[in-house]
C-alpha cells in the first residue's frame, strides 16, 4: 500500500478528505507526524497556494502529497475572504471570529450569494513538474446567522439551498457528497487512479 501525505494541518479537512479518499487504497497520513512545518502561503490564488503546500510537504518528506487550498468567496465582497478565508479575522482566528467578520461586513447586505472553493493538488514528489490539479465550486448564501454544530469553518452561515439548511447541518455522508472539496476530489480521482496504474 502507498504511503502518501496529506498538506494540511486543519483536522476537518483530513477527516473530509481521508473518507473521499478510500476508494484509492493508500494510506494517507498527515504532514505533522513528519514533523512538516507549515509553509508561507504566499501565493494570489488557491492554486498557487496548493502547489506552494504541496511541494513543501513532498519535498521534505519525499513521499507522494496531496494539498488542498480552499476557502469561501462572497460576491458582496468581491471574493472576499478568499484565499484569507482561515485568516479573515486575523492571523490566529477561530472559525467563530472569522463567521462574526464575515457577518459584520455583510450586514445590511441583500446580496448574500457566496460559493465554496476547493483546489486539489497532487504531486508524486518535491519537483514535479506535472502536478494533478482538480478544481471544485459549492454555491450557497450567507446566512443572517449561525446554525448547526457540524463541519468547520463556515459551515454554519453556508446556506445550501437544494437542503434547505446550512452545511453544518448536514450528515457528514451527505456533505461529502455535495461539498466543493467533494467536487474537486471527483475531478481528481480518474487522474490519480490512472496515475496509480
Known amino acids: 500500500m502507498q504511503k502518501w501525505v496529506m498538506a494540511t494541518g486543519n483536522a476537518g479537512k483530513v477527516k473530509e478528505l481521508s473518507a473521499m479518499l478510500t476508494p484509492l487504497n493508500v494510506d494517507i497520513r498527515v504532514q505533522s507526524e513528519f514533523d512538516v512545518p507549515e509553509v508561507a502561503e504566499t501565493g494570489t ?22 494539498a488542498d487550498d480552499s476557502g469561501l468567496a462572497v460576491d458582496a465582497l468581491g471574493g472576499a475572504p478568499g484565499i484569507y478565508s482561515s485568516r479573515y479575522a486575523g492571523e490566529n482566528a477561530t472559525d467563530a471570529d472569522n463567521v462574526q467578520k464575515l457577518l459584520g461586513a455583510l450586514e445590511g447586505q441583500t446580496n448574500r450569494q457566496a460559493r465554496f472553493i476547493c483546489v486539489l493538488v497532487w504531486m508524486r514528489h518535491g519537483d514535479d513538474p506535472t502536478p494533478v490539479i482538480a478544481q471544485g465550486q459549492w454555491q450557497g448564501l450567507i446566512t443572517q446567522q449561525p446554525s448547526g454544530d457540524g463541519g468547520f469553518g463556515y459551515d454554519p452561515v453556508f446556506r445550501v439551498a437544494s437542503h434547505q439548511c446550512t452545511a453544518a447541518e448536514l450528515e457528514a455522508r451527505l456533505k461529502n457528497q455535495l461539498s466543493h472539496r467533494a467536487q474537486a476530489l471527483q475531478q481528481l480521482l480518474p487522474q490519480l487512479e490512472a496515475a496509480l496504474g
Open 45 to 66: 490564488t488557491f492554486v498557487e497556494n496548493a502547489i506552494i503546500k504541496a511541494r513543501h510537504a513532498s519535498r521534505i518528506t519525499g513521499l507522494p502529497v496531496i
